[in-house]
């Protein structure tokens, strides 16, 4: 039976990777952890310990008191919260991710850890993004996470950990609000257009960057964590995205449930040269040839149920 251990599970992404989990290997074998504790799903369906992962002795203990052979590391600081305060992003992101490694190499764990779109920078290809390109971001989240990507892809090397990632693009959700992201903007608009059918965006029309729904990126680590260990070239980490979309593109599926939908626009100039210095689409095709990746919902199909949902 899996045992596996959840940081930051009460996050976007986090709350509903759990609740996927406890589905498919059963309630007791996933341990939710997070720095809070909230009166919620996550925290009632199953076995959940409050854990900051900068403590690295509780985070051993209870990987230890749990049996836990596999990590999936989310506790982290997004993209704009992390530029706001970047010496913060640099001991939590980075911090965090050394201490789970650190378990993970301790209970010879198999490991997961998202890194992002947000690795790549102004001089990488903008458009079909390869696989192996060049990493230099110009943002202290590009930085954690190409350095993450270099660390697990070390420990993979050096200590045999199972370590397996992949550069997530925004993720849209109507179940948890990101916080702090430079996408998040195309979450914002779902609920703007639901309440009060309009919506006020921080980034520029035409501004095109990836996303995904959260049902596909659920899937996708699942698959990922699953995958025959022999048919991976790459691991930290393989580009997944389902859709490239600027806010127009957003508006205009929006205006196919909900006509009279206005958007607007009041530019932060900080999310947009971060969303500047990232790439427009990102090229999927080695996670597709070494696991099988395969979005299933595009911009129409996610609207629809997201309009449907929230
Ligand atoms: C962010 O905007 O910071 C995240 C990401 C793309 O990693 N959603």
Redesign the pocket.
């Known amino acids: 039976m899996k045992k596996i251990l959840v940081t930051g599970a009460l996050g976007q992404i986090g709350s509903e990777l759990v609740m996927k989990l406890r589905e498919v290997y059963g309630n007791d074998s996933v341990l939710a952890t997070d720095i809070r504790k909230e009166d919620c799903e996550v925290v009632h369906s199953g076995p959940f310990e409050i854990l900051d992962v900068q403590d690295a002795k509780r985070f051993s203990s209870l990987a230890r008191e749990y049996h836990i052979d596999t990590i999936m590391h989310l506790a982290a600081l997004?993209?704009?919260k992390a530029e706001a305060n970047p010496q913060l992003a640099w001991t939590i992101n980075m911090g965090g991710l050394v201490n789970a490694l650190e378990v993970a190499r301790e209970h010879n764990t198999q490991f997961f850890t998202p890194s992002?779109?947000?690795a790549f920078g102004p001089n990488t290809p903008k458009s079909r993004t390869p696989q192996d390109t060049i990493q230099r971001p110009t943002t202290m989240?590009g930085v954690n996470k190409v350095s993450g990507e270099l660390l697990c892809d070390y420990y993979y090397q050096k200590f045999g950990v199972d370590t397996r990632g992949v550069r997530?693009?925004?993720?849209i959700s109507y179940v948890t609000k990101?916080g702090?992201?430079?996408?998040?903007y195309a979450v914002e608009m779902y609920y703007g257009a639901k309440e009060n059918k309009a919506y006020t965006s921080y980034i520029k029309s035409g501004t095109y960057m990836d996303m995904m729904y959260m049902p596909d990126a659920i899937h996708a680590i699942i698959q990922l964590m699953e995958a025959d260990s022999s048919r991976l070239i790459h691991r930290n980490a393989f580009n997944v995205s389902a859709i490239s979309a600027e806010p127009e593109d957003f508006a205009q599926a929006i205006r196919k449930h909900i006509p009279d939908f206005q958007l607007s626009y009041d530019v932060d100039p900080i999310r947009q040269a971060i969303a500047e210095s990232w790439p427009n689409s990102i090229n999927c095709q080695a996670a597709k040839e070494e696991w099988g990746f395969q979005p299933k919902f595009d911009l129409h199909s996610m609207s629809e149920d997201m309009l449907e949902k929230i």
């Open positions: 997004l993209s704009a992002s779109i947000g989240y997530f693009p925004g993720l990101p702090g992201g430079t996408t998040d």
